[in-house]
């Protein structure tokens, strides 16, 4: 049976975002999960975790993020935790997304992705540290469809 | 990734192949700077081959497109996969944006 958790570690280094994209990648076929899903949850992780090396730390030091991700009853969870500066994404603005696109900004974009493609997020600080909780619905494992133009 | 230019009838074709992302997004907006201060006004990138985009390939879009409109050029994107299209859709960026199905489409409509 496939294994239902992973563990991993992050440096605080975009060069990292390779490392979560195959994490994601092996965990997710491992289980079944469709090619769209493993997408949308490496784009959530990816926003998360960029947001979290890009502003969460003003030292100079390599810090490390560490990364859980389980499967359960057609859920999955994700955790994120940081010992960066408190910051809550779900207290984020949300962009304008009416806007033209002379009024177009690009602040808050990379949040409000993440928040759309999960079904839940969850903010705590605990010990010094920020610790973010993802849920995401998944259907039951199907085979991976080749893609159909449209 | 990697990114292939190429131009037909006066479009700068710009085939994107890979992940575009906080990682390779530099690379792109370079390139694609270099055009516009070139001079062209008529750019079309294929997402036939690109498997992954987030906010800050999507920054590099809407940075090009405005300066692009400020010299009164055109961009297009084309051939996107569902969910590449799906990021798009969320971000309220397909309101603004020209998004066709096929090169070929998209050829003809400059």
């Known amino acids: 049976m496939a294994k239902n958790k992973i563990s991993f570690k992050l440096k605080s280094k975009l060069s990292e975002l390779d490392t979560l994209c195959q994490h994601l990648e092996r965990f997710g076929q491992s289980i079944g999960l469709s090619p769209k899903c493993i997408f949308e949850a490496n784009l959530a992780l990816d926003e998360l975790f960029t947001n979290i090396i890009s502003y969460g730390f003003n030292d100079n030091k390599v810090h490390t993020i560490e990364v859980t991700i389980s ?9 994120i935790e940081d010992d960066g500066m408190p910051f809550n994404p ?57 893609r159909v133009k449209g | 990734m990697e990114i292939i230019e190429e131009s037909q009838s006066g479009v ?25 201060d070139d001079g062209s ?58 998004i066709v199905g096929t090169m070929d489409d998209a050829l003809q409509a400059f």
Do not use: W
């Open chain 1, 71 to 79: 499967h359960k009853n057609n859920k999955l969870i994700f955790n």
């Open chain 2, 41 to 98: 006004k008529s750019m079309l990138i294929d997402f036939k081959d690109l498997e992954y985009i987030s906010s800050a390939g999507l920054r590099v879009i809407l940075k090009a497109t405005k300066a692009l409109k400020r010299e009164e050029g055109k961009m297009m994107l084309c051939d996107m996969q569902d969910y590449v299209k799906e990021v798009f859709e969320i971000a309220g960026f397909d309101s603004f944006l020209t």
């Open chain 1, 90 to 146: 779900t207290e984020a603005d949300t962009p304008d997304l009416e806007c033209t696109i002379e009024e177009c900004k690009i602040g808050g974009l990379g949040i409000h992705l993440a928040k759309n493609l999960m079904d839940e997020v969850c903010y705590q600080r605990c010990k010094e540290k920020n610790i973010l909780t993802l849920k995401k619905n998944v259907k039951e494992a199907e085979p991976a469809k080749k």
């Open chain 2, 12 to 36: 700068n074709i710009f085939k994107l192949n890979g992940r575009l992302d906080s990682n390779t997004s530099q690379g792109f907006e370079k390139k694609i700077f270099q055009a516009i």
